[in-house]
């Protein structure tokens, strides 16, 4: 059974870091495109970042960059979110999620096959 799990979140005051994890199990996905994406109650799930398989690319979404980065450890079968200088803005909950059979990033969620139960990400002004 495929599981990706992620942990990390909480809450926080704004300015400070947080890192995401996100554990797959299972199956390998060192060939695969893996990406985090984060939703509100009411809002559609927003793509956040993409990493390709091997890890040889990286895209972030605008409002992030600078300040987001992902990465993976294929050897732990790990992707990561590393969140400097949040925001209360980036409350949301954050979800991890993997294409199946594919190298390349996508911001589309619907390009995803595997998808985490998400962690919750608070930050306070």
């Known amino acids: 059974q495929v599981q990706l799990v992620e942990s990390g979140g909480g809450m926080v005051q704004a300015g400070v870091s947080l890192t995401l994890s996100c554990a797959a199990s299972?199956?390998?996905?060192?060939?695969?495109?893996m990406g985090w994406f984060r939703q509100v109650p009411g809002k559609e799930r927003e793509f956040v970042a993409g990493?390709?398989?091997?890890?040889?690319?990286?895209s972030v979404a605008d409002y992030m960059k600078g300040r987001f980065t992902i990465s993976r450890d294929n050897a732990k079968n790990t992707v990561y979110l590393q969140m400097n200088s949040l925001k209360p803005d980036d409350t949301a909950v954050y979800y991890c999620?993997?294409?199946?059979?594919?190298?390349?990033?996508?911001?589309?969620?619907?390009?995803?096959?595997?998808w985490g139960q998400g962690t919750q990400v608070t930050v306070s002004s």
């Open positions: 999620a993997a294409r199946r059979a594919s190298t390349g990033t996508s911001k589309l969620p619907r390009e995803y096959y595997y």
């Open positions: 299972g199956r390998t996905f060192s060939g695969d495109a």
């Open positions: 990493i390709s398989g091997f890890g040889m690319y990286t």
